[in-house]
């Protein structure tokens, strides 16, 4: 399909997706810049409402990046250690603490190159924290956004760094945290993996996977 037909056709599917999930708030619970990422790091492999409950004891005993940047590792890996991965996990947070506090004076940083220096936090996941905290653009490319993309038509990569390329040059930079958002509500809501809920999802007429998904 030309960019252009792209184009058009990804503006009527972001004009639904809109309407279908207005709210768009993160489903991850924090109360500072510092906890929102520690959750997103937390989150990889697992669900929100998984690091939801491991965060309510973790953020309750090292609420900002000083106090965890000065947790013993045993410590952390406890209170985390029903999310997979913990021991990595519990040494990339408190790794991630300590830049924060000698390179960032303690600031969660913005820039791109900077957050991805932290452990645990890659190209996706700094997206998801710029987005929340300073509404800066960015396409949060994860498992759920790549496969609605896909069945869309919208590309046919499964590489996240394409595909992120590819729907930037499709959006102005203004949708860019709200595709994200509501592309990923829409995968885990009609588009799921195993079991797409088709006859029901607000893109049956324009969607070429319909029902063979
Ligand atoms: S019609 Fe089916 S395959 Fe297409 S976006 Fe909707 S749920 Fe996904």
Same mark, same amino acid.
């Given at each position: 399909?030309?960019?252009?037909?792209?184009?058009?056709?990804?503006?009527?599917?972001?004009? !639904?997706?809109?309407?279908?999930?207005?709210?768009? #708030?993160?489903?991850?619970?924090?109360?500072?810049?510092?906890?929102?990422?520690?959750?997103?790091?937390?989150?990889?492999?697992?669900?929100?409402?998984?690091?939801? !409950?491991?965060?309510?004891?973790?953020?309750?005993?090292?609420?900002?990046? =000083? #106090?965890?940047?000065?947790?013993?590792?045993?410590?952390?890996?406890?209170?985390?250690?029903?999310?997979?991965?913990?021991?990595?996990?519990?040494?990339? =947070? *408190?790794?991630? #603490?300590?830049?924060?506090?000698?390179?960032?004076?303690?600031? *969660?940083?913005?820039?791109?190159?900077?957050?991805?220096?932290?452990?645990?936090?890659?190209?996706?996941?700094?997206?998801?924290?710029?987005?929340?905290?300073?509404?800066?653009?960015?396409?949060?490319?994860?498992?759920?956004?790549?496969?609605?993309?896909? @069945?869309?038509?919208?590309?046919?990569?499964?590489?996240?760094?394409? =595909?992120? !390329?590819?729907?930037?040059?499709? =959006?102005?930079?203004?949708?860019?945290?709200?595709? #994200?958002?509501?592309?990923? @509500?829409?995968? !885990?809501?009609?588009? +799921?993996?195993?079991?797409?809920?088709?006859?029901?999802?607000?893109?049956?007429? *324009?969607?070429? +996977?319909?029902?063979?998904?």
């Amino acid at each position: 399909m030309s960019p252009k037909r792209n184009r058009s056709r990804l503006e009527e599917i972001l004009h !639904r997706l809109e309407q279908e999930y207005p709210d768009r #708030s993160s489903m991850l619970v924090y109360e500072n810049p510092f906890q929102l990422t520690a959750a997103v790091a937390l989150s990889a492999q697992t669900t929100d409402a998984a690091v939801n !409950r491991a965060t309510v004891e973790l953020f309750r005993r090292w609420p900002d990046a =000083l #106090s965890l940047s000065q947790a013993e590792p045993v410590e952390v890996e406890d209170v985390i250690h029903s999310l997979g991965f913990f021991r990595q996990k519990a040494k990339n =947070l *408190i790794g991630a #603490s300590r830049l924060i506090m000698e390179n960032f004076d303690g600031e *969660i940083p913005r820039d791109m190159e900077h957050l991805t220096s932290l452990p645990g936090i890659g190209r996706k996941s700094a997206n998801v924290i710029r987005a929340h905290l300073w509404n800066l653009p960015g396409i949060i490319v994860d498992t759920h956004f790549g496969r609605v993309c896909r @069945r869309l038509g919208l590309t046919e990569s499964k590489d996240p760094t394409k =595909l992120e !390329r590819e729907i930037s040059a499709l =959006l102005p930079e203004e949708d860019h945290i709200v595709f #994200s958002m509501t592309a990923n @509500r829409h995968g !885990r809501k009609y588009c +799921k993996s195993r079991k797409p809920e088709c006859p029901d999802c607000p893109l049956e007429d *324009i969607c070429p +996977k319909y029902g063979v998904a």
